[in-house]
């Protein structure tokens, strides 16, 4: 065996912790960016959920929006208010995808200011709802 000395090894490197259930592992790379502030309004939530259950139904993944609602223990009322939503105009649905996240207290634009636009069977009357609440909301 030698006795010669080796020269100390230095390894460069990004590296950060990451959460793994209770425990902490270390990874590679930089940390990703931390979540943007606020949550993703209600409303907006239950248009993906609508737009969802529209496509199972669709493509026969599920039957009928009661299966929907057997699935999800919800009653199937709750399913056709959800559903309803998917009657609102191409851009309307695509403004409350899109809503801006709510940071503080209570959402905005709850289903309830949406369902009387979504039964509305007519787009330009139901843009002129919507730009209607949204001066009630913000004025």
């Known amino acids: ?5 080796t020269a100390p090894l230095t390894v460069a490197g990004t ?3 990451a959460r793994k259930g ?3 592992e270390l990874r590679e790379g930089p940390a990703p960016a931390p979540p943007e502030p606020g949550r993703v309004p209600r409303v907006a ?3 993906a959920l609508a737009l969802r259950f529209d496509e199972l139904i669709r493509t026969g993944s599920v039957t009928d929006q009661a299966e929907l609602a057997r699935l999800g223990h919800v009653t ?3 399913v056709s208010q ?3 939503l998917i009657h609102l105009a191409p851009d309307l649905i695509e ?3 899109f809503l801006p996240p709510v940071v503080r207290g209570r959402d905005p634009l709850v289903l309830r200011d949406l369902r009387p ?3 509305t069977s007519d787009w330009a009357r139901q843009r002129a709802m919507w730009r209607a609440r949204l001066d009630r909301v913000s004025g």
Do not use: C, E
């Open 82 to 84: 959800i559903m309803a």
């Open 45 to 47: 939530r239950l248009m």
């Open 95 to 97: 403004t409350v995808l």
């Open 1 to 5: 065996m030698s006795t010669a000395t």
């Open 22 to 24: 209770r425990t902490k």
């Open 76 to 78: 199937r009322a709750r």
């Open 15 to 17: 590296i950060h912790f």
């Open 117 to 119: 636009i979504a039964a």
